[in-house]
């Protein structure tokens, strides 16, 4: 990829990232909980309007706006080679419950704005530019993550899954996605599947999430490769009973399993001996949840990561020898233990990694090349295209919490080497 193909306008890339943050203020404003802190769960009514917003914007970037039957929203700027595979860029805007406004929403409207840095240089696309907003990268609501770039790449699997899925309240995942305007007919959901080499390139931007690039003062990080996630949804159950009358012996309590079935997580982790191998209980309900009377159910929900996959998976199979041995010793029974998904990691495309480089370098950003220990949709998008993603720096590294931070100066940064990349691609 040569310099050369780029118009001289490029080297003056100017982002509006006045208008950006003001965005993202605004998107963050759909939210079920208060400010600073950002909830926004799939297909509920503040996704409905933060979709609106985000296809508004796109519109307004003078995209063609298309909608998949899970409300993948994609806006397309054809090129002047149109039949060749486009350059596809973007990343999600559903938020997990009181986190931040910068996670996935950086790499959807810093994209956009990408498309009018580009727009305003004058330049021109040979293969068309795309930016998709994926649904539900999160698992909040029905339990898995990356959910619409999971069905993008054609996971069948999922598909299936998705007929006998429901979220905590009982809905449905096709009522839930009819509520929001979208597909109701479980048959329909194969056409969001697209065929490998529909994108010669796709790249997403995203804040770090981690302290690196801040901490040793890098503008732009080179992601190369994506950890392993996995998560596992586990259920004892004992007889419960009265706190007081119900003696020590006689009791098989449900939750005293899932905190030894936790620990025994952490310790299994720890086993690994590798830094990179890590692993969390985010969510551990225990039924029926009142003071005196011994938990009768328990439910955990595990996630566990490693950028080695054999490491992960030897993670999770101690946990569910655990899981096993605990509801033996407890007398709770394991009703249930799910891996729910346990993905292999994705690696970034050599091509994609030498256009992020050059364009860092010639628009005099420092850059490292990194590990994306976060899952994110170029996971998946792995699957069907050449990949690579964009990191910028964060406050502190934080990230799924209100505090998470991202400065203009270093989302500007992130736009210009995305916009610079992705014409580099569509010329290619
Ligand atoms: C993405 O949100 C992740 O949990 O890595
Ligand atoms: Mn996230
Ligand atoms: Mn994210
Ligand atoms: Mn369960």
Redo the contacts with the bound molecule.
């Keep these: 990829i040569q310099e050369t193909h780029l118009p001289n306008s490029l080297s003056l890339l100017s982002v509006d990232s006045q208008t950006l943050q003001k965005q993202i203020d605004e998107l963050s404003t759909f939210s079920d909980s208060p400010a600073p802190s950002v909830t926004r769960i799939l297909y509920s009514d503040m996704d409905v309007l933060a979709r609106r917003y985000v296809k508004n914007l796109m519109g307004l970037a003078g995209l063609s706006v298309r909608e998949d039957a899970v409300g993948n929203i994609f806006g397309r700027w054809e090129g002047y080679e149109p039949e060749i595979g486009a350059v596809a860029t973007g990343s999600?805007i559903?938020?997990?419950p009181y986190?931040g406004k910068y996670?996935?929403v950086v790499g959807v409207l810093g994209a956009i704005e990408a498309i009018n840095v580009l727009k305003r240089s004058g330049f021109k696309p040979k293969k068309s530019l795309e930016v998709i907003m994926f649904t539900s990268?999160?698992p909040t609501r029905f339990g898995i993550s990356c959910l619409g770039s999971r069905l993008l790449a054609g996971s069948e699997e999922l598909a299936k899954a998705l007929r006998n899925t429901v979220d905590n309240q009982n809905t449905s995942f096709f009522d839930a996605a009819s509520f929001a305007g979208y597909e109701k007919d479980e048959e329909k959901l194969s056409s969001v599947f697209l065929d490998k080499g529909i994108y010669s390139a796709f790249i997403e931007l995203h804040i770090e999430?981690g302290p690196i690039l801040e901490k040793e003062g890098i503008s732009i990080g080179v992601v190369t490769a994506i950890a392993a996630p996995a998560s596992i949804k586990v259920d004892f159950e004992g007889n419960g009973g009265h706190a007081g009358a119900v003696l020590m012996p006689d009791r098989n309590d449900a939750g005293l399993a899932a905190a030894e079935l936790a620990l025994a997580v952490e310790k299994h982790v720890l086993e690994s001996g590798s830094v990179d191998t890590v692993g969390t209980i985010g969510i551990m309900d225990l039924h029926p949840r009142a003071i005196n009377s011994i938990p009768s159910k328990a439910h955990l929900e595990i996630d566990t990561r490693d950028i080695e996959e054999s490491r992960r998976n030897i993670v999770i199979e101690k946990i569910h020898q655990s899981a096993m041995a605990i509801s033996k010793k407890r007398g709770v029974k394991l009703s249930e233990f799910q891996i729910v998904n346990q993905d292999p990691p994705a690696l970034s495309d050599s091509s994609v990694i030498k256009a992020m480089e050059l364009a860092a370098s010639e628009l005099n950003l420092t850059y490292k090349k990194m590990i994306s220990r976060?899952y994110?949709d170029s996971l998946f998008m792995a699957r069907i295209s050449p990949m690579g993603m964009i990191f910028i720096p964060c406050y502190k590294g934080y990230?799924?919490k209100p505090e998470e931070f991202a400065s203009l100066d270093d989302m500007a940064n992130g736009v210009k080497v995305l916009a610079s990349t992705l014409a580099k691609l569509s010329l290619h």
Excluded: R, V, W
Aim: aromatic share 0%.
């Design positions: 999600h559903d938020a997990i986190s996670d996935g990268e999160e999430q976060a994110h990230s799924h």
